[in-house]
Every structure is written in C-alpha cells, then in structure tokens.
C-alpha cells in the first residue's frame, strides 16, 4: 500500500531533497514557492549566526590590519577617520570591536598604564584567523559582486 | 607623581557621563582614548577647541553605547522596567494599606492629636512619594547590572510619559465636570493635580537618581573584583 502524501507536501518534500532551501532567494525567484516558515527561520538562522563583516565592521577590521601592533581606541578611530573621510565616536569604535571580539573575529589585550592617558591603560586589538577568514569572504563577496558593473568601473 | 594642568582637564560633566553609560569592561580603555586624543589636542588647536570636541565624542559615543545596550540587552531592559512598575505599583498599594491600617487600628489616638496627624499625612506621604521611585531606580538599576542607565531612563521616560498622558486627561474631566481654568476649581490642585504633577516630572528624575546612585556602587564593585 502506497502512502498518500499530498501534492503539496510531495512537492515540498523533493524540494527539500533538493536541498533549495539552502537557497531560499532562488526559490522565491524561480516560483517553486513562496517565502514559507522554513525559509523565515533560515533566515533568522542566517541573521543570528551570521558569518559576513556588516559595513563598519569592515571598515574596522581593515583599520586592525593597517595598523598592526599599534591598533587601540585613538589609532583605529584616527586611522577611519583620514582614511574614509568620516568623523566616529569613540562609542561606536568600541561598541564595534566589542562585537566583533565577541563573534571571535578580534582579540583584544591590555596594555601598560600611561602617564598622558591619566594612569589608563591602552587595549590593544588584533584581528584573528577566524577574522581574516572572514574579512577575505566579504572581500571576494563585494568583488564579484562589483565584477562588470559600469558604474563601479566609472568611479574608480 | 604626575601633576596636571587644570586649564588641561576635560569637561567634568562629560567625563562624569561618559563614565556612567561604559561598560565596565571598557570604561578604563574609553576615558583613556578621549583623554589621550583630548591632550593632544588641547596642545595643538586650544582648550576651547578641544573641550568642543570632548563634548561632541562624549555625547556620539553615548548615544552609541544606548542603541548598542538596547541591541544587546534587550530582554533584560524589558523584564526590569515592566519589574520597576509592578514594584511601582506594589508599593504604591502597600503604603495605602499601611495608611489606612494606621487610620482604622490607632484612629482614636490620631484625632486625639490631630496636629500630629495632619503633620505625618503631609510630610510622611510626600517623603514616601519621594523615596519610592528612588529606591524602585535603584533595584531597577541594579538588576539590570551593565545596562543600568539605559533601564532606569527607560522607566523614567515610560513612567513620566504615562503620568503626563493621565494629567491631561484630569485636566479635561476636571475642566469639563467643575468648568474652566481648572486651577480655579477648589481642592482641585491638592488633590488631583499635585500627584499627577510630582509623578510627571518629579518622579522621573528620582528614578535617575535611584539609577545613578545604583551604577556608581556597581561600578565600583567591578573595579574592584577586576584588581
């Protein structure tokens, strides 16, 4: 005797066979289906473990690397703040890293108390294996997403 | 042992401020960074120039450290304010009670001396209507331990906000049942207006208070488990 699945969950379970889901955009573009609840959490998934540098976080990131050894709170924000043009807070620089520290891309260590900073040590930062991981894929990511496009090539 | 110029100094206020939004963890680092940039600086372009540019920092990195609180935290903000009114309203019930437990078991001792009476009800009850917000900011503040600032302006906010919305609409009924200026209306303002009133913006800033006084003992507590 034959199980009777419904069109529907027949449909739904090759899709998952398929292992489109994986991809949920494609499968909302195509027409085989529209935004389900699997695709909601996957994305949620996605939002809440994602893998991929935001932005500033980037900004930040290349800030580290530029500045190697000597990367702390005043350098990386002076080193934004010449490089892309734009005045940050301090807040902003530290609420960053501390992120980043935590999804394990940065590592940061304290410095000596110096006499200029008011008997204050310096933190210092440097980016981790798991953070130069990271910066190369959204590296790559932006690159072949800006391969062939006019308006990039009419910018640079 | 180092001396410094006071004409050297950063703002006081923005220092004060500044400390009271950092986490705890990155305090130290953060006052360090803008004292650092701030001589730096103050050497170069001025005081005044540099005492701009602190002010400017401190208030961008505040409002930075806010929206990351909220991002970070916040389930913890939502459980102790919601927290802080229902302790709000508890104590608001348990000091009726006591009150009326007062009036009702000791009624013939209290008009035996009314003077006394009339006393205690005016000074007892404004005393108690300002020291429950400050100690309902300060248990606010200190369950919700890293976020306390952000909780307690929280709670203030809300709680300055619902009691303006409920001083309008007195205002209206009273205006509509008794006739206009309200102010005009006998017993009107000791008894309808003047809570409202020290709930609307008195309240509020006590709750800070509380919050305040809460976040230097924790603050000093983490300093010292740190050394």
Known sequence: ?156 | MMTKSPLMQPPRIAVWLVNLFTPYDQSESIQGDLLEEFAGLASKSGRVSARRWYWRQSVKSIAQLICTGFRVASWLIAVTVVGGFLLAWGLGYLSEKAITGVLVNYGSQVYAHVDAYVFWLIYGVLVERLLEPMLIGFIVSRVSKGQELIATITLSLLWGGLSGVFLIQAVIQVGRNFGWPVWAVPNAFSAVFEPLLLSTFVSPLLVLIGGVVARKHNARRALISQR
């Open chain 1, 1 to 156: 005797m034959t199980r009777s699945v419904s069109p529907r969950r027949d449909q739904r379970l090759h899709h998952d066979d398929r292992r489109d889901w994986m991809n949920p955009s494609e499968c909302v573009a195509n027409g085989t289906g529209s935004l389900t609840l699997e695709y909601f959490f996957y994305i949620v998934y996605l939002m809440a473990n994602r893998d991929y540098l935001g932005e500033f976080e980037h900004i930040v990131v290349l800030a580290l690397l530029r500045l190697g050894e000597r990367a702390y709170g005043v350098t990386v924000r002076q080193e934004i703040e010449l490089r892309v043009g734009r005045e940050v807070s301090i807040g902003a620089i530290y609420a960053t890293l501390d992120r980043l520290e935590a999804k394990g891309y940065v590592k940061s260590h304290l410095g000596d108390p110096t006499p200029e900073r008011g008997g204050r040590s310096k933190r210092f930062f440097r980016v981790s294996a798991k953070g130069m991981a990271a910066v190369n894929r959204s590296h790559r990511a932006l690159q072949r997403m800006t391969a062939g496009l006019a308006i990039v090539r009419s910018y640079s």
